[in-house]
């Protein structure tokens, strides 16, 4: 009797992937495949001997060595928090970020919202923000960028301040994390040197000195240089500072400015930056002197020089007659700046002058400002001011043909020159602190001469021609 041997297979055929269920099926059903009782043992025996050759031709392997497959879900993309901006451009599966600016009476949650975040999730988010920044602090006009995959919101960045990201992220249960990170930036020092030919700025900046340390520039040199007259193109300067820089090099921040050398007109001055024994800062020459005079040369920042010093042609009178002082052309309202410390004698209505103040200061020196708009708060007889404190404003008060600043320098009674200031020396050092700052000069030195410095690529072949003459200032 011929008996089939289906059910004898009918448990390997459930293990079976569906496609092979069908072929198996119809295998089965065959007549000319159906297996007789009286083979049933060959069939068998030859199954066990594929079986034992299955196993023979596999790699060797031990049980401990012995792997199980599985198939991971794709994981969310990992945000590299060794970086200092946290931005994710690196991540092709993170959607291009959208950038939010804070305007006026926004806080985040709203914000959110408004740019297509549910009201539930802007708050989760919001407040898990809060955790590690206080939204009080949030100013208009900072920035948020978010970050989305596959049209869901990842990731959040802040950043309150260049050393500083906030960081929040979603987790696959809806839920938000946050985190403050701060970044560690390596300080290195490095010099900018070069000659004048557009502008101090333009020039500095060009090869790579910041904004903050151009500024400090102009500051040491704003109390011996008229930067309207007393330099030109070939002038050499030198600035020599601390930079920040990323995990990428590039530089991310500016530190301090540590020396500066400057050689308007061929007369070249180097000033270090040193802290006193009291902890003020300053920068001094190489003896010891500070950069900041006893009286500012020009006591109106950003001003042109519209009249200097010596005979003249009266604009009103007509008469050629002297000129006592120089004249600063600004826009009304520009503050005017104390050239040096000391005590005001007289602030009033003086005749032509117009609004005047006139302030006596240490060794014989007397400062005048004519032709003011107004005096600041609280200026008057006996008033004791400091360098640099404003004391009134521009105006065309008095003979006056326009808005300008007259200024005029009294030393012992007589009217000099305020060009000749530039010629007075700083204030020195004490004896007991030379020590110190020589000691710090001294590791100045060495720093530039380990440190780089960025130089204009040399003009091989060139001829330079030079026509004509400006009068524009060469610092902006």
């Known amino acids: 009797m011929k008996v089939p041997t289906a059910k004898l297979l009918s448990g390997w055929k459930s293990h079976l992937p569906a496609p092979l269920k069908v072929r198996f099926g119809a295998f089965m059903a065959m007549d000319n495949t159906r297996i007789y009782q009286d083979r049933r043992f060959k069939f068998l025996g030859a199954c066990a001997l594929a079986a034992l050759a299955l196993v023979w031709l596999r790699p060797e392997s031990t049980p401990a060595e012995a792997k199980t497959t599985e198939i991971a879900a794709p994981a969310a993309p990992i945000i590299d928090v060794t970086r200092d901006d946290l931005y994710l451009i690196d991540h092709p599966s993170i959607e291009p970020a959208t950038s939010l600016t804070l305007k006026y009476g926004d806080s985040l949650g709203p914000m959110l919202q408004k740019n297509g975040l549910e009201p539930g999730e802007a708050y989760k988010l919001s407040e898990s923000f809060s955790d590690v920044y206080d939204p009080r602090k949030l100013k208009v006009g900072q920035n948020f960028n978010l970050f989305y995959d596959q049209g869901q919101i990842s990731y959040l960045t802040y950043k309150p301040s260049v050393e500083t990201t906030v960081y929040v992220n979603r987790n696959d249960d809806g839920s938000y994390n946050s985190r403050s990170i701060t970044a560690e930036f390596k300080m290195e020092t490095v010099s900018v040197k070069t000659s004048i ?56 921040k500016a530190g301090d400015l ?80 104390a050239a040096g410390t000391g005590t005001i004698e007289f602030a009033g209505t003086n005749g032509g ?5 006139r302030i006596r200061h240490s060794d014989g020196y007397k400062t005048a400002y004519a032709h003011m708009s107004r005096f600041a708060r609280g200026m008057g007889k006996g008033k004791y001011v400091s360098q640099d404190q404003i004391i009134g404003y521009v105006g065309t008060t008095g003979y006056s043909t326009g808005p300008h600043l007259h200024y005029e320098v009294h030393h012992n009674g007589q009217k000099i020159n305020p060009r000749r200031l530039s010629q007075l020396s700083g204030k020195p050092l004490s004896s007991d602190q030379i020590p110190a700052f020589k000691s710090r000069r001294a590791k100045i030195d060495k720093m530039r001469s380990l440190s780089p410095v960025l130089q204009p690529e040399p003009i091989l072949n060139a001829e330079l021609t030079v026509t004509g003459k400006s009068d524009a200032p060469l610092i902006d």
Do not use: C
């Not at 790579?208 to 109390?223: H, L, R, S, T, W």
């Not at 024994?277 to 920042?301: Q, S």
């Open 197 to 252: 030919e557009n502008s101090i700025y333009l020039d500095a900046n060009r090869l790579g000195a910041p904004d903050k340390v151009i500024q400090q520039f102009a500051n040491i040199y704003e109390y011996s240089v008229d930067f309207q007259r007393d330099i030109q193109p070939g002038d050499e300067f030198e600035m020599f500072f601390e930079v920040a820089k990323d995990s990428r090099g590039e530089i991310v």
């Open 258 to 337: 540590l020396y500066t050398s400057f050689s308007p007109r061929g007369k070249k001055m180097d000033y270090y930056l040193f802290t006193d024994a009291k902890g003020r800062e300053n920068f001094y020459d190489a003896d010891g002197k500070t950069a900041k005079r006893k009286l500012r040369a020009t006591p109106v920042n950003g001003a042109r020089l519209s009249s200097s010093y010596g005979r003249r042609k009266h604009p009103i009178s007509g008469y050629r007659k002297m000129h006592t002082g120089v004249d600063f052309a600004a826009p009304s309202g520009t503050p005017i700046l």
């Open 353 to 357: 002058y117009g609004k005047y103040i």
